[in-house]
């Protein structure tokens, strides 16, 4: 069928076409030679065979060759005894980029912690973050006093950085004995909410007019204690009394974390021996630790 395009467009679209199909060779049987056609008419292009050529991580997991951007890229730290005042290693494969720390005022400041902490890898894909996760030890086979840190590329997992030190964080205390069985699935899911941005739902529900929606999550983490496990979620911002909007938005943080990451109806109460309810405290208040920290409970 004979193409109604004007010349130059037919001309630009037909060189277009030309070139996807030369990258492609083999995911197309239709291909143009651009002398046995007729001016201005466009090559019919199997859209099933170019389909069949696409390979991603779940049908070919050593030879993909698409991946699924997240919004945001992410990087996975992690420290524990064995790493205070070690070299380690920081990743074993060389299949994800390293990136340099980055140098800024907040990384400065809290140097002497950061020298302990070690950065794993950054990973921008879907299919990056499962190799990742299917090459790391589970939280529940971590060594006492270990953590995982899981924030946003640039965001160093320090209450001195530039994005966290107006911030607080939701968490929970979990009894070990109780949970060794379900914190890893609850650790998942807290990471899978987390890059997939479903915690704060201002991301999708944003203005139209807003250039650059923001979400207030940075980061999650895992912590592992002789008696409990902690899980986190670390906020750019924490309310005050007269913030009605950040708080409700804050809340809804909260209840998604409570239900939908860990399971448990919203009415349930969970604090008991070694266990606490789901719970926000600013980071303010944390340096506090006493009765005038303003906690929120969900």
Do not use: C
């Amino acid at each position: 069928m004979a193409s109604t395009l004007p010349a130059s467009a037919q001309q630009a679209n037909k060189a277009a076409l030309n070139a996807a199909l030369a990258e492609n060779p083999d995911n197309s049987k239709h291909k143009s030679t651009g002398d046995d056609s007729e001016p201005g008419e466009i090559q019919e292009v199997d859209m099933q065979a170019q389909a069949e050529g696409i390979r991603t991580v779940f049908s070919d997991p050593a030879n993909f060759n698409v991946k699924h951007p997240l919004y945001s890229a992410w990087t996975l730290w992690f420290d524990s005894p064995a790493t205070k005042g070690r070299n380690l290693p920081q990743t074993p494969s060389t299949a994800f980029p390293q990136t340099p720390l980055p140098q800024t005022p907040s990384a400065a400041s809290a140097q002497g912690w950061m020298e302990d902490i070690k950065r794993v890898i950054s990973f921008d894909s879907v299919e990056e973050f499962w190799g990742l996760y299917n090459h790391i030890v589970p939280p529940s086979q971590l060594p006492q006093k270990a953590n995982y840190y899981l924030f946003k590329e640039g965001i160093i997992p320090a209450w001195e950085d530039e994005a966290n030190k107006h911030g607080g964080k939701w968490s929970i205390q979990l009894p070990k004995e109780k949970n060794r069985g379900n914190v890893d699935k609850m650790w998942l899911y807290t990471m899978l909410a987390a890059i997939g941005e479903t915690f704060d739902p201002y991301l999708t529900n944003a203005d139209p007019s807003d250039p650059n929606p923001q979400s207030l999550i940075t980061g999650v983490i895992v912590s592992t204690r002789p008696q409990f496990y902690r899980l986190s979620i670390w906020t750019r911002l924490a309310p005050s009394l007269e913030e009605d909007k950040l708080r409700e938005r804050i809340e809804v943080i909260g209840r998604h974390f409570k239900t939908n990451v860990l399971g448990y109806p919203e009415p349930q109460k969970l604090a008991g021996p070694l266990a606490t309810e789901v719970e926000f405290l600013s980071h303010k208040d944390s340096e506090k630790k006493g009765k005038t920290a303003k906690k929120i409970i969900v």
